[in-house]
């Protein structure tokens, strides 16, 4: 009887206490209602320094103002807002929650005052530590734990750099977890309409390869992550905790959804076809989105904030321009896209318009921009398929003119090539023949160049080193010599010294220095000086007569000494890796050109040095050079033990650019002007080869040329 007069009771006292109209903010709370909007029940007060307690607060109860709306609207402010009611349970069901139904807050607290004090429910908001036992979801729900039949005084403190509204609701546990079901089942619809859509004109692109694919889906996916950080969805689940993020994640995605929605309307309308004006405007707006990118991350949130927004309008205001200006010029892509802009713009105006109060605060215009971006991507998608559409039919258009022109021209080109074929053919055989003349002859001339080069460096060279070793080996003479009375006059001093004692001192120096170790030393020293320098007049001797400047003349040379010139000028080549073995016979000398006959002997020498270094590495090479006279001929032979050649590689042997050698190793012209010279002295040149034995190069060359006997005849 007790618990069924209760209720009646407490709503008579209330409204005794509240009076007419509810002025001190009394809510009943019954449980019976689906949920209970106080707004018009708030009494509102305004901290502009945001830095009061909820103690100092309540000493300012005279200063709370009555709010007036279902839904206050704070717009845009650096201040915090603190608001207040009382509320009655009456309700026996399971409880009640207070649900703060704006997903831009960025400080929230929520305290409550009854008998025993007063007590801080929630610290929350946007821009503080998630994870609270009390906020398990991006909606500002609540337990509001007043027992049935008491009452309470509720603080609210509120503070956002971006556009704040303050619904409340009060409403049952059951009530609460139904909304929030269908609030969850209300997003992920719209989060998998989205990804279907990424997705499919995903697959479409890597179909097709279409540019405009690319930029729709990065427009897609910041449209999404746009629509999730208004509704609160993406500070929550995506990137909890990240405060800077979290700040300024509406301002980063609006202007990022500007860039994409710009490039992609350029592109899919071919806008700069109809309006050249749309490149400045373009530049322009984003010079002015990064402008209010910096000012927001500066510091000054709610004015880079309120700048964007402004931008975003005007930017689609002029894209809605645009699309009706080239829709009116009966471009068919242009008419899909218009009608899906409009219905999102339409879905922003509803928006925009709770925001400012034209319309009444609910789930139908908290999520029409939701809805209508959902709307406009599906009708966008359309848009895209019909634009490949109509491509693909102007394409097989073209294709079928594009066949009647290509059949008419193949028939005119047979024709032609009938007449030109023969043409072109004996042209490009004398063209390859010139070219191959060309080719010889430069590479010649080239090589005749690097020889003279050569021979001057090397001639250079000797001369310098000559005239310092001729001074020291015509002083060894005389040094020896010195040397020898030196040592005689030192032995008779030994001598006298050894039978007098006075000379103690001097035996103890001699044997100290250990005289006679030192005396052969000395004679150490001085052979080995010997040695080096006669080692050194034969290096460069060798390079004198390999750098003989006579190309142009017929002189008689000694080849066995041109061979050991150019073994001199080739001992980096040969150094330990390659064993040379000498077996030079007597041979008279030979009307030739030889510094040409010189570097025929380097190109065949360089040749089997590097056989024998393929075959055998650093060790176990070796040549063989023999020369013989048979009577008006002299053969010289190079022999070595490397890899060989087959039967294919020796018919290609000399011919120019051929080589067998790693890229970079070889020309393949070496052999080709080493067989050039040979004939240019009336001589031959022959191969003996085989793979895995080694390779053998005879030379034969006549004693006198056959220029020389006509002219001596």
Not at 16 to 43: C, K, M
Request: aromatic share 10%; hydrophobic share 40%; proline share 4%.
């Amino acid at each position: 009887m007790y618990r069924c007069i209760l209720p009646f009771l407490l709503l008579f006292s209330c409204h005794l206490i509240a009076g007419p109209g509810g002025e001190n903010g009394f809510v009943l709370f019954d449980g019976t209602s689906p949920d209970v909007l106080v707004g018009d029940q708030l009494r509102l007060f305004e901290d502009s320094a945001a830095d009061l307690t909820i103690h100092e607060v309540v000493r300012l109860q005279d200063q709370f103002k009555p709010g007036g709306k279902d839904i206050p609207n704070f717009g845009v402010s650096r201040s915090a807002f603190w608001a207040r009611f009382k509320v009655f349970n009456t309700s026996t069901g399971p409880g009640m929650n207070i649900w703060v139904d704006h997903s831009d807050i960025e400080e929230l607290d929520i305290y409550y005052s009854t008998g025993s004090g007063m007590i801080h429910l929630v610290h929350s908001g946007q821009l503080r530590p998630k994870g609270t036992p009390q906020q398990a979801s991006p909606d500002f729900q609540y337990s509001l734990p007043i027992p049935y039949g008491t009452s309470a005084t509720v603080y609210l403190r509120v503070k956002s750099l971006k556009q704040l509204q303050l619904p409340i609701r009060l409403l049952s546990r059951s009530e609460s977890e139904v909304k929030s079901l269908n609030r969850a089942i209300f997003i992920g619809g719209y989060i998998g309409i989205m990804a279907v859509m990424v997705f499919y004109n995903l697959f479409i692109f890597l179909s097709i390869r279409e540019r405009n694919y690319i930029y729709y889906i990065a427009y897609l996916i910041s449209v999404c992550l746009t629509q999730l950080s208004f509704i609160g969805y993406a500070a929550f689940y995506l990137w909890p905790n990240q405060l800077w993020l979290i700040r300024h994640s509406n301002v980063l995605l609006t202007v990022v959804t500007i860039f994409f929605s710009t490039e992609f309307v350029q592109r899919f309308l071919n806008v700069p076809d109809f309006m050249r004006s749309f490149i400045p405007v373009k530049r322009f707006v984003y010079g002015l989105c990064a402008t209010s990118v910096l000012v927001a991350i500066s510091g000054h949130d709610e004015l880079g904030y309120m700048a964007v927004q402004v931008i975003s309008f005007a930017m689609a205001m002029y894209i809605l321009h645009v699309a009706i200006r080239i829709a009116w010029r009966g471009h068919r892509p242009a008419r899909f896209y218009l009608t899906a802009w409009i219905i999102f713009l339409a879905g922003i105006v509803v928006f925009v318009a709770k925001d400012w109060g034209l319309l009444p605060y609910n789930d139908l215009t908290k999520y029409m921009m939701t809805i209508g971006s959902a709307f406009e991507v599906v009708l966008l998608s359309f848009g895209l398929a019909d634009k490949i559409n109509i491509l693909r039919r102007d394409k097989e258009q073209s294709q079928l003119e594009a066949l009647g022109f290509a059949k008419e021209n193949e028939r005119i080109i047979l024709e032609q090539n009938l007449v030109l074929d023969t043409k072109v053919r004996e042209r490009t055989f004398a063209l390859q023949e010139s070219n191959d003349h060309l080719k010889r002859t430069q590479t010649q001339l080239v090589n005749a160049e690097k020889m003279a080069s050569l021979g001057q460096l090397t001639a250079g060279i000797a001369h310098e080193i000559n005239n310092p070793i001729n001074f020291i080996s015509s002083n060894i003479p005389p040094l020896k010599r010195d040397l020898g009375d030196l040592k005689v006059v030192l032995e008779a001093y030994q001598e006298a010294a050894r039978n007098n004692p006075g000379f103690e001192h001097v035996r103890e120096l001699e044997r100290r220095i250990d005289m006679p170790v030192t005396v052969s030393e000395v004679q150490e020293i001085m052979n080995c000086i010997e040695q080096g320098a006669s080692r050194t007049s034969e290096i460069v001797r060798g390079l004198r007569t390999f750098s003989r400047l006579d190309e142009d003349d017929l002189k008689q040379a000694d080849l066995n000494e041109g061979l050991r010139s150019t073994t001199v000028v080739l001992a980096p080549q040969f150094r330990d890796a390659v064993k040379i073995t000498f077996n030079l016979g007597a041979l008279p000398e030979v009307e030739c050109h030889p510094g040409k006959l010189n570097q025929a002997f380097m190109n065949l020498l360089n040749n089997a040095a590097h056989a024998v270094k393929k075959r055998h590495g650093q060790y176990g090479g070796e040549i063989w050079i023999g020369t013989e006279a048979c009577g008006s001929e002299v053969k010289i032979t190079i022999s070595d033990n490397g890899i060989g050649m087959d039967e294919k590689v020796q018919q290609r042997l000399f011919e120019p650019f051929f080589t067998t050698k790693d890229v970079g190793e070889g020309t393949g012209l070496g052999l080709s002007i080493t067989q050039g010279i040979i004939e240019k002295h009336h001589g031959r040149l022959e191969l003996e080869s085989a793979v895995g034995v080694g390779s053998t190069f005879t030379i034969s060359l006549p004693v006198s040329q056959p220029a020389m006997v006509e002219k001596r005849a």
